[in-house]
């Protein structure tokens, strides 16, 4: 059998390897060999550990340890050290055998695609960075404007027309007054125009926790049923909020599939979500069992674009930073509480909304 598929093994562009329970690297195909740059014997003379990154040591270890309980491993990624010094990572599908001791690993080198994905990012971070200097020089402009043209009025107003006889002269100050008195409605009209662009951006309607759960349920129900995720909900308190409600889908959806991501290895994720009210303010508390954050090192960063906390997991960076958008440009706000090996808790306050 093994010579059936050795032509296989050595010809397959994509890393494949055979590692022991031990920690060693048993057979590796010649595609390992020329991406890390190290021999075949270099290779299987040292633990696999001393081979990834070093940041990324403690996670893999994790995981590795799933699959000694047999429990095979997908779409994990993580980095490895070349021989030349440079990180590559790699996407990892694995096969424990127990009766022989043995991983079957196939791993694909994607660090093209996380080139790309920190460029996309970065040029996002950019964008983000050039529309926030761009709103504020148009408040700035606006506002700033508004004083001279005033004044401009003021100063007509001081002037005696009666004491001015040449017609000519009566009409041009009219229309002198009306002109500034048009700049200055259309500058008003434009700062609350770019008011209510900040704290309105979609319609807001009548939208139901539970219909929100349900549908993003189906989305991603797929990893739902692959992690084991336990849900604890109660919307009693409150069924539903004014709110924008593709906002609330993107909330519900990378809260959740973040809790799925960022599981603890063998712990099945458990997410509550709670509805009510505080002192008469629509709130959605959201917490899991999660891998965590350190929230003395990172708890100023969370919401910010293209933050990765765990990265080693197929992480953008993207997803709490829309969570937090969603949320604020409504008038509301969000706060984390988050104990690292113990989970994460959101607390969103919506904006309370005359009916």
């Not at 060693?24 to 390992?32: D, E, G, H, L």
């Not at 017609?167 to 200055?184: K, P, Q």
């Not at 500058?187 to 759960?213: M, R, W």
Request: hydrophobic letters at 35%.
């Amino acid at each position: 059998m093994m010579h059936q598929i050795t032509p296989f093994f050595d010809l397959s562009m994509d890393c494949l390897c055979i590692a022991g329970y031990d920690g060693y690297f048993k057979k590796i195909n010649p595609a390992i060999v020329r991406l890390l740059g190290y021999s075949e014997e270099e290779l299987r003379s040292k633990l696999i550990s001393e081979f990834i990154y070093e940041e990324d040591r403690e996670l893999t270890a994790l995981y590795r340890q799933n699959l000694k309980d047999n429990k095979p491993l997908i779409n994990f990624e993580n980095r490895y050290v070349c021989k030349s010094g440079e990180l590559v990572w790699l996407h990892w599908t694995s096969i424990p055998l127990e009766n022989e001791q043995l991983i079957y690993a196939i791993a694909k080198d994607v660090t093209y695609k996380k080139q790309l994905e920190n460029e996309r990012l970065s040029h996002m971070s950019h964008l983000s960075k050039a529309n926030e200097e761009l709103k504020q020089l148009n408040y700035k402009t606006s506002h700033d404007l508004r004083s001279p043209v005033n004044n401009l009025i003021s100063m007509v107003d001081l002037i005696d027309l009666s004491k001015i006889e040449d017609e000519d002269t009566l009409e041009v100050l009219r229309f002198i007054r009306l002109s500034a008195e048009g700049l200055n409605d259309t500058l008003n009209a434009y700062v609350d125009a770019l008011k209510q662009s900040d704290t309105q951006n979609g319609p807001l309607e009548k939208v139901y926790f539970n219909e929100i759960f349900d549908k993003t349920q189906k989305n991603i129900s797929s990893s739902i049923q692959k992690m084991n995720v336990e849900f604890q909900l109660n919307f009693s308190g409150l069924e539903c909020v004014q709110h924008n409600a593709s906002y609330m889908e993107s909330i519900f959806l990378n809260l959740m599939t973040n809790s799925i991501k960022y599981a603890r290895p063998n712990v099945p994720p458990v997410i509550s979500i709670t509805t009510g009210q505080q002192n008469g303010v629509p709130t959605m508390t959201y917490s899991d069992n999660g891998l965590g954050f350190n929230m003395d090192k990172v708890g100023h960063l969370i919401f910010n674009l293209n933050q990765k906390f765990h990265g080693n997991e197929d992480s953008k960076g993207v997803g709490l930073y829309l969570v937090h958008n969603h949320v604020t440009n409504l008038g509301g706000s969000i706060s984390v509480d988050s104990t690292v090996n113990e989970g994460s808790t959101f607390t969103i306050n919506f904006k309370t909304v005359s009916q």
